[in-house]
């Protein structure tokens, strides 16, 4: 038998990165920005945006995990952003009831938060969909939560296959969310600007008639080749 935890927990003294370094990942495609990171990085397939036409958005974590089919946790994590803040709610995939709606999106885009990610359910999709914040979701469930906790804020979760910690950046579009380690943001920048090249002298040859990668070329011409 396990003590009761506290209703909730909120953990403070964690570092933002520098907002100028935050900006330099503004309008990043995720797909470079997962190829900077060794092809890893994005968060699980299930978790996209509710409107792709309002998905990009690069900004630092504030973190929550929420216990299934509640909602204090969220609403703590509301309470403690910063303007340009993404808050980011695990709550172990729960697809019984929605964690965020209309109203409390409302509150946030009031507070300046620059997104929402969890990897469970939203709810009231018109009504977030009217707001324009960028809202990332693994679905839609009308079912309503409960506000009685326990919840954490401010301390390490995982959603999606992949750590996330507060201060970590996130970035966004339509294509779903990438988490960037905020120690390793500075190598990924400059990785990425690597990558940005690379894949734009790809695509100007493809556009000149490419029919195959070189890379693949290379990996064909030195198979073993069974005639039968």
Known sequence: MIDNPPPLTIHRGWKRPDPALVARFAGAQTSHLVDAMEGRGALAAPIKPLDPAHACFAAPAITAYAYPADTLAMFAALHEVEPGDVIVVACDAHAGTGLIGDIITGMMHNKGVAAFVTDGLARDRAGILAIGMPVFAAGIMSNSGA?????????????????????DILVGDADGVVVVPADRAEQVLATLERVRA????LVERVCDGLTMSDAALRLIQAARIVQE
């Open 198 to 201: 690379a894949e734009t002298a």
């Open 147 to 167: 506000m009685c906790g326990p919840g954490t804020v401010g301390a390490p979760v995982t959603l999606g296959g992949v750590h996330v910690r507060p201060g």
